[in-house]
């Protein structure tokens, strides 16, 4: 009995010892006055909420950076507007009215304002910070302002993070082509290839008068209003530089890839394929093209930099010429192994599809360059690409028609080598933010991708299904791979489905 006492007696203490700490903070520890706005904007809960010391946990000041700019006259009068990263590297922005004194403040200021007092609410769709006089905002400095580029989908699937910050949509267009003379005024809806959203620019406004350009980067403010029980988002430009047109060419691509088949179930040699989309009438016998692949496996050779592009050959690029055949626009053609099965060995021949080229990569060498390979594309790691030319002749300075990439690993660009890309919806051969050149996959902000499918061997499709508006000539909702599993008894019309893969609308 005594040995088991002394067994029970330290275990006890212990415990007793750990149930009186778990009632007190960190030993030592203090409350930070500063708190982020983060949790600021958690704390509301769809009433009014009075911050004092206990609502806000022991803080009481806001550490924040001003965004706002009233010089232009479009920003919702009496706001100052301010921003921070202090939780979790999160951006969170606030409002906070002030009258005429919000005017006085700049973008960058560095500011310190007290919130002991005000009153947390929702005042005409904008959580505000009410109740906040000049004395209680100091100030301390000078910092350059944090823009987020975001795409309007993100926008709009939670608007409450945007909400009162700077963002920067890219890439924004209309839903037609502007004519001379129309100008931002009023509300206007842009759409930047992932979703729409409202420009709102008031009439009396020095940007009322600006004019609508085919494609623009639109850096402003992200405001929202009540429709409802949902909030909209909306954007408001500051001042006249926060347009900035963009001049850089996006031609219409006479054929766009829409899908393709990398990793069969069962031997990949002659039986991967790819699937494109003509956007007008093509006889390849008068206008050829050319469909180049890349496999950046770390055995591919050459290795290194590609340095002559798309054109590098031996086992990184292997081409296919198209120059016979002819494809109707919107119709689906197919470029790639000569068994024309859809998933391999024993499965569904798919011989009656529109194949323009289909050709025994895995005993024969490229049209031009290329080693005859049993893996065209490749099935995990690094990376592997698509590309479509107009012309049967590439060489380094060729520019595809149009370009996907799966994975980034591999050497693929670095020394003034690489991949070129065209512009399409997920790459720029102009940076649309910096306006510098970046002509390679993964050089500048070129580093879409789409994922690798798992496991291997499981006998997927990769759908890219987007929209295409042939009258703007860009896409108007940007590709996202859809990929099932096939089996082998699929047929044609499922890699053809309507509803995953990508439309084309005038």
């Known amino acids: 009995m005594k040995t088991l006492f002394n067994s029970i007696f ?120 009410s109740n906040i006089s000049e ?70 406004s020095d940007l009322a008068n600006l004019p609508q350009y085919k494609m623009a980067n639109y850096y402003g403010i992200i405001f929202t209003e009540l429709q409802g029980d949902s909030l909209v988002p909306y954007e408001k430009l500051r001042i006249a530089s926060d347009l900035v047109e963009l ?26 394929y790819m699937q494109f989309m003509a956007t007008e009438d093509i006889d390849f016998s008068k206008t050829p093209f050319a469909v180049v692949t890349t496999n950046n496996a770390n055995a591919s050779t050459p290795t290194g930099y590609p340095q002559k592009g798309w054109a590098t050959g031996g086992v990184r690029t292997y081409k296919f010429n198209l120059t016979s055949g002819t494809a109707k626009k919107g119709e689906f053609f197919y470029v790639g192994g000569s068994n024309k099965l859809i998933m391999s060995t024993g499965s569904t021949s798919i011989a009656h599809a529109n194949w323009i080229t289909a050709y025994a990569y895995n005993t024969n060498d490229g049209f031009d360059f290329g080693t005859k390979t049993t893996n065209l594309l490749a099935n995990s790691g690094n990376a592997y690409g698509i590309a479509i030319f107009q012309g049967t002749t590439v060489d380094v300075n060729s520019v595809p028609e149009d370009v996907m990439f799966v994975a980034t690993g591999g050497s693929l660009t670095g020394n003034g080598y690489g991949y070129r890309i065209t512009n399409n919806d997920f790459y720029d051969i102009i940076n649309p933010l910096t306006l510098s050149e970046q002509p390679f996959y993964q050089s500048g902000a070129n580093t879409n991708a789409m994922t ?3 496991p291997s061997d499981a006998g997927y499709f990769n759908f890219m299904g987007g929209v295409f508006n042939l ?36």
């Open 135 to 204: 004395d209680k905002i100091s100030k301390v400095g000078q910092v350059d302002v944090y823009v987020t580029q975001v795409n309007v989908a993100k926008i709009i699937a939670n608007p409450g993070n945007y909400e009162s910050t700077l963002v920067a949509i890219v890439k924004g267009g209309f839903a037609y082509t502007p004519t001379e003379g129309q100008v931002l005024s009023g509300d206007q809806e842009i759409n930047d290839g992932f979703g729409a959203i409202t420009v709102r620019t008031d009439a009396q």
């Open 10 to 129: 330290p275990l006890l203490i212990t415990l007793l010892i750990a149930g009186s700490c778990a009632e007190t903070n960190y030993p030592g520890g203090e409350v930070s006055p500063y708190i982020g706005i983060y949790d600021v904007r958690n704390l509301y809960k769809g009433e009014p909420l009075n911050l004092n010391l206990e609502s806000l946990e022991g803080s009481q000041k806001l550490a924040a950076t001003v965004i706002s700019d009233h010089s232009g006259g479009n920003l919702p009068s009496g706001l100052l507007i301010v921003q921070d990263r202090r939780r979790l590297d999160f951006q969170r922005g606030i409002s906070i009215p002030l009258g005429d004194a919000a005017a006085n403040y700049q973008p960058g200021d560095s500011l310190i304002i007290d919130i002991d007092g005000g009153v947390l609410n929702r005042v005409d769709g904008i959580l505000q910070i």
């Open 247 to 272: 001049k850089s060419e996006y031609k219409t691509p006479k054929a766009i890839i829409t899908g393709w088949s990398n990793d069969p179930q069962g031997t990949d040699a002659n039986n991967e």
């Open 471 to 506: 009258t703007l000539g860009r896409w108007t909702t940007a590709r996202v791979k859809y990929a099932p599993l096939l089996t082998k008894q699929s047929t044609l019309e499922e890699i053809e489905n309507p509803e995953f893969t990508t439309k084309l609308v005038d």
């Open 452 to 454: 690798y499918n798992t």
